[in-house]
């Protein structure tokens, strides 16, 4: 039996189109996830940040001089100047 590249390109379809789909519904989802980010109203809905709880520790520090704002300044350190 001789193969026709008439027969090839049928069989190249037919094993290609499956692996096509996936791509394409793969992208898609991606792209629904990435909408869904743009769209969303908080970070939270945007799956940015945590839902429950909360970190410890402050994303930004925000210093004027030598003084870091909103924490308390300790006089000792004041005095010594570090």
Known sequence: MRVTPYQILLLAILVLWPLTIAGLLF???????????????????????????ASPDKEVRILFGDQVVGEPTEPALRESGS
Do not use: C, K, T
Request: charged share 35%; no cysteine; proline share 7%.
């Open 27 to 53: 992208l898609m989802s991606r792209l629904e996830e990435y909408v869904a980010r743009l769209d969303a109203d908080s970070p939270e809905q945007a799956g940015l940040e945590p839902i429950e709880g």
